[in-house]
């Protein structure tokens, strides 16, 4: 495993670079700069906001699943919904 795929051996948040994301558990805005740098298509926070309004599935906290969200899109768009 190369040292940059390698788990972090300091705790998230320690204040040295960027702290890793959890694709299982991320914030709302930063779940939406990820699926636009990922996407090739802008996609805000309110977007976000809006599916969790129609129902796409958060996490107890708020957070964004975004195996379980894009799952949730497939089967909107399978279902004729937007």
Known sequence: MT???APSSQPAGSGQG???LNPAAMPVADAARVLTRLGGKPVTEAMLRADIDA???TNADGSVNLVHYAAWL?????AGGD
């Open 3 to 5: 040292p940059e795929h």
């Open 18 to 20: 960027m702290s890793r």
């Open 74 to 78: 497939v089967k909107e768009m399978s």
């Open 55 to 57: 129902g796409a599935p």
